[in-house]
């Protein structure tokens, strides 16, 4: 435990401060902040209203793309929040600002650590000597890794208590939590914890909840308990021991898997199954040629070298790169050959999710619950709540699942809604959207906040995974089919979404739930149009850039004049898809730029990122945080609505037939 607590003669352990340190209140004026930085100001929360304070920090922010290729978390701290720029993008955290501000507390306003799954966020905060979070609310992974490393969180009042030399009694951060969890934060983080599981200090009980109606995520996690069996119900707040089924980790996040397993438990660790777990080389695979990421490029390969090393040891499936090609991105490939109905999987990326689409549980990790689970086989599991979506109807012409969960990341992402739960998509409307726009809904959950995304699974579902895995029998595929039970009950709700309703958004710079329809945004014109990611790199997605450049080309148009276009593939899969359609061709003759599969843009290392702050970028990603994909502003949309702004050369909704010239009369 931290040097926060403090245990008195008769056993009982208090929270307090210590007057020699200080608090951060990351500030919306970040003028503030730099003056905390430099010891030239000191505040206390009854003096700052919560409204000043930042909201949607996310983990780009706290540790950005270049700051992950160190794997040693002392490294990694040195330079803290240096994704926190000002209007003229100069960083309001210099290299070790963080670290030599001798700062105990740091304090921030709503949704702490949304974003990406990376574990590195909470350590650049710990290695810096920070020992308290406060914030309004924490993302839901970024919170969990928080409790991985044993930080302490809390909200306004208890700072405004501590603040005034108060004693807490340290129940107060650990009591909101099932039992489990508190003793894994008592214990002093994850590690720590299971040494006390295995030498049998501590036990996990098997849950005592009775007969119930249950929803998908509950349902999965009740059959995957640790001696459980097919009477086993769950509720939310029941903290399990469950079996983890699949997994993966990239070379952006395997080097600090690989280095904390060694750190534990030897140079000699093995891990007990092998078989759907693996490692991607998808993330870094085009970073040497963005120049702001060109000299980082012996860092990377240090990565690229301790995954292939991790994977040597372990022999878990191996998807590096062939001749400078990867596999394709994790989350695309991961669905299309291991990721199974009724799986619980786990992976290191927050996009995990994106499996949710095969009607399996799956959300991401950090790098040290990761290594845990990779080398016991099983995990710690808290039940999620759930909040259920009923689709019914169909999505209109140049409409898409893109469109659809823009909508509803601002309409309940925004609010809270799907905060911390498993989003549950079905109802008859599902049935009308086919498997990659079914992986876009869940793929996204994450931006929603959410724990997960599910999807109801049918024919569909058996037909597409059974296409991809000759040695897959239909039938075995449904019977591992997971449905609610009639009555389950959902506590965020069960919200009905008429398809027709739904029409072309975008999502202002700056973050996803900034969704407003096309038609209200108003003449925005573009730089960058950029087709791809895990999101939109998929076979279906594929089909609808070519419908789009299709038509643009029988018009004789194509990409605007001073427009980039670029697609990238999803997976090899995806390529060889779009070449056998004769997308390819197609796509060259509109002068659009094809990349083979894997990440880049996305997270700021590949073609298709903004060079300058001027720049505008209309982009099929799933985040467009300040900064992730480069200094311009990014504005996210559907694949038809990229395309078509391409060809525009401002950002529009695709009509059919939009590029015909009129017919004179």
Request: proline letters at 6%.
């Given at each position: 435990m931290n040097s926060l607590v403090h245990t008195r003669p008769d056993g009982s352990r208090l929270v307090r401060l210590d007057p020699?340190?200080?608090?951060?209140?990351?500030?919306?004026?970040?003028?503030?902040?730099?003056?905390?930085?430099?010891?030239?100001?000191?505040?206390?929360?009854?003096?700052?209203?919560?409204?000043?304070?930042?909201d949607d920090i996310n983990t780009d922010v706290m540790t950005p793309a270049w700051v992950c290729f160190r794997y040693k978390p002392e490294d990694i701290a040195l330079d803290a929040y240096a994704g926190l720029v000002d209007e003229?993008?100069?960083?309001?955290?210099?290299?070790?600002?963080?670290?030599?501000?001798?700062?105990?507390?740091?304090?921030?306003?709503?949704?702490?650590?949304?974003?990406?799954s990376r574990e590195t966020a909470p350590q650049a905060e710990k290695w810096c000597g920070v020992e308290l979070v406060i914030a309004a609310s924490f993302a839901p992974i970024h919170e969990r890794n928080n409790l991985n490393l044993g930080q302490l969180m809390g909200g306004y009042d208890v700072l405004r208590r501590l603040q005034l030399g108060e004693e807490v009694p340290l129940a107060e951060f650990t009591g909101r939590y099932d039992p489990v969890t508190r003793a894994m934060l008592e214990a002093g983080g994850l590690f720590p914890f299971s040494a006390r599981v295995r030498s049998g200090a501590v036990q996990v009980p098997a849950p005592a909840t009775g007969e119930r109606p249950m929803t998908m995520a509950e349902k999965i996690l009740a059959s995957h308990v640790i001696g459980g069996d097919q009477s086993t119900c769950v509720k939310p707040g029941d903290c399990l021991l469950v079996r983890v089924d699949a997994g993966y980790s990239h070379e952006f996040t395997t080097a600090?898997?690989?280095?904390?397993?060694?750190?534990?438990?030897?140079?000699?660790?093995?891990?007990?199954?092998?078989?759907?777990?693996?490692?991607?080389?998808?993330?870094?695979?085009?970073?040497?040629?963005?120049?702001?990421?060109?000299?980082?490029?012996?860092?990377?390969?240090?990565?690229?070298?301790?995954?292939?090393?991790?994977?040597?040891?372990?022999?878990?499936?191996?998807?590096?790169?062939?001749?400078?090609?990867?596999?394709?991105?994790?989350?695309?490939?991961?669905?299309?050959?291991?990721?199974?109905?009724?799986?619980?999987?786990?992976a290191t990326d927050s996009h995990t999710c994106m499996g949710g689409g095969n009607n399996a549980l799956a959300w991401g990790v950090g790098a040290t619950e990761y290594a845990g689970l990779v080398h016991a086989g099983f995990t710690f599991v808290r039940v999620p709540e759930s909040i259920r979506f009923e689709f019914h109807g169909a999505l209109r012409p140049g409409v898409t699942a893109k469109d659809l969960i823009l909508h509803v990341l601002a309409t309940y992402a925004v609010n809270e809604d799907t905060l911390d739960r498993v989003m549950e998509f079905g109802g008859p409307g599902l049935r009308a959207l086919d498997m990659d726009e079914r992986a876009t809904l869940t793929n996204m959950a994450t931006e929603c906040s959410a724990k997960s995304g599910i999807c109801e699974a049918d024919e569909r579902t058996a037909r597409w995974i059974a296409e991809r895995r000759p040695d897959v029998d239909v039938r075995a595929l449904t019977a591992r089919f997971v449905a609610p039970d009639a009555g389950a009950h959902?506590?965020?709700?069960?919200?009905?979404?008429?398809?027709?309703?739904?029409?072309?958004?975008?999502?202002?710079?700056?973050?996803?739930?900034?969704?407003?329809?096309?038609?209200?945004?108003?003449?925005?014109?573009?730089?960058?149009?950029?087709a791809g990611s895990c999101t939109a790199g998929k076979e279906r997605d594929l089909?609808?850039?070519?419908?789009?450049?299709?038509?643009?080309?029988?018009?004789?148009?194509?990409?605007?004049?001073?427009?980039?276009?670029?697609?990238?593939?999803?997976?090899?899969?995806?390529?060889?898809?779009?070449?056998?359609q004769g997308y390819l061709e197609l796509f060259q003759r509109a002068g659009v730029q094809v990349i083979e599969p894997g990440c880049g843009a996305c997270i700021g290392c590949g073609p298709g990122v903004s060079d300058r702050p001027e720049q505008v970028t209309v982009s099929a990603i799933n985040r467009n945080f300040a900064g992730r994909s480069g200094p311009g502003k990014l504005y996210l949309a559907s694949p038809l609505t990229v395309a078509a702004s391409a060809i525009a050369g401002k950002i529009v909704a695709y009509e059919p037939g939009m590029f015909r010239a009129p017919v004179s009369v």
């Amino acid at each position: 435990m931290n040097s926060l607590v403090h245990t008195r003669p008769d056993g009982s352990r208090l929270v307090r401060l210590d007057p020699a340190k200080r608090v951060l209140f990351l500030t919306k004026d970040l003028a503030k902040i730099r003056r905390q930085l430099a010891g030239e100001l000191d505040l206390r929360m009854e003096e700052v209203d919560p409204a000043e304070l930042l909201d949607d920090i996310n983990t780009d922010v706290m540790t950005p793309a270049w700051v992950c290729f160190r794997y040693k978390p002392e490294d990694i701290a040195l330079d803290a929040y240096a994704g926190l720029v000002d209007e003229k993008g100069q960083r309001v955290f210099p290299t070790r600002a963080l670290l030599d501000g001798n700062f105990q507390v740091i304090v921030s306003g709503q949704r702490k650590g949304t974003g990406s799954s990376r574990e590195t966020a909470p350590q650049a905060e710990k290695w810096c000597g920070v020992e308290l979070v406060i914030a309004a609310s924490f993302a839901p992974i970024h919170e969990r890794n928080n409790l991985n490393l044993g930080q302490l969180m809390g909200g306004y009042d208890v700072l405004r208590r501590l603040q005034l030399g108060e004693e807490v009694p340290l129940a107060e951060f650990t009591g909101r939590y099932d039992p489990v969890t508190r003793a894994m934060l008592e214990a002093g983080g994850l590690f720590p914890f299971s040494a006390r599981v295995r030498s049998g200090a501590v036990q996990v009980p098997a849950p005592a909840t009775g007969e119930r109606p249950m929803t998908m995520a509950e349902k999965i996690l009740a059959s995957h308990v640790i001696g459980g069996d097919q009477s086993t119900c769950v509720k939310p707040g029941d903290c399990l021991l469950v079996r983890v089924d699949a997994g993966y980790s990239h070379e952006f996040t395997t080097a600090q898997v690989h280095h904390f397993l060694a750190q534990e438990y030897g140079e000699g660790y093995r891990l007990p199954i092998a078989d759907k777990f693996a490692v991607f080389e998808d993330h870094l695979l085009y970073a040497d040629g963005v120049p702001k990421m060109a000299p980082f490029a012996p860092q990377i390969e240090v990565l690229r070298s301790m995954q292939r090393e991790f994977q040597r040891h372990t022999g878990v499936r191996d998807y590096s790169a062939r001749n400078g090609i990867s596999p394709g991105i994790c989350h695309q490939v991961a669905r299309e050959q291991f990721v199974d109905p009724g799986d619980f999987v786990q992976a290191t990326d927050s996009h995990t999710c994106m499996g949710g689409g095969n009607n399996a549980l799956a959300w991401g990790v950090g790098a040290t619950e990761y290594a845990g689970l990779v080398h016991a086989g099983f995990t710690f599991v808290r039940v999620p709540e759930s909040i259920r979506f009923e689709f019914h109807g169909a999505l209109r012409p140049g409409v898409t699942a893109k469109d659809l969960i823009l909508h509803v990341l601002a309409t309940y992402a925004v609010n809270e809604d799907t905060l911390d739960r498993v989003m549950e998509f079905g109802g008859p409307g599902l049935r009308a959207l086919d498997m990659d726009e079914r992986a876009t809904l869940t793929n996204m959950a994450t931006e929603c906040s959410a724990k997960s995304g599910i999807c109801e699974a049918d024919e569909r579902t058996a037909r597409w995974i059974a296409e991809r895995r000759p040695d897959v029998d239909v039938r075995a595929l449904t019977a591992r089919f997971v449905a609610p039970d009639a009555g389950a009950h959902y506590d965020g709700g069960v919200h009905r979404i008429e398809l027709g309703a739904i029409e072309p958004m975008v999502a202002k710079p700056g973050d996803p739930t900034y969704g407003v329809p096309v038609r209200e945004l108003g003449a925005v014109g573009i730089d960058i149009a950029y087709a791809g990611s895990c999101t939109a790199g998929k076979e279906r997605d594929l089909d609808f850039y070519a419908r789009v450049v299709g038509e643009a080309v029988e018009a004789g148009r194509r990409v605007a004049p001073g427009v980039r276009m670029l697609i990238q593939f999803g997976s090899e899969a995806v390529r060889d898809y779009a070449r056998a359609q004769g997308y390819l061709e197609l796509f060259q003759r509109a002068g659009v730029q094809v990349i083979e599969p894997g990440c880049g843009a996305c997270i700021g290392c590949g073609p298709g990122v903004s060079d300058r702050p001027e720049q505008v970028t209309v982009s099929a990603i799933n985040r467009n945080f300040a900064g992730r994909s480069g200094p311009g502003k990014l504005y996210l949309a559907s694949p038809l609505t990229v395309a078509a702004s391409a060809i525009a050369g401002k950002i529009v909704a695709y009509e059919p037939g939009m590029f015909r010239a009129p017919v004179s009369v």
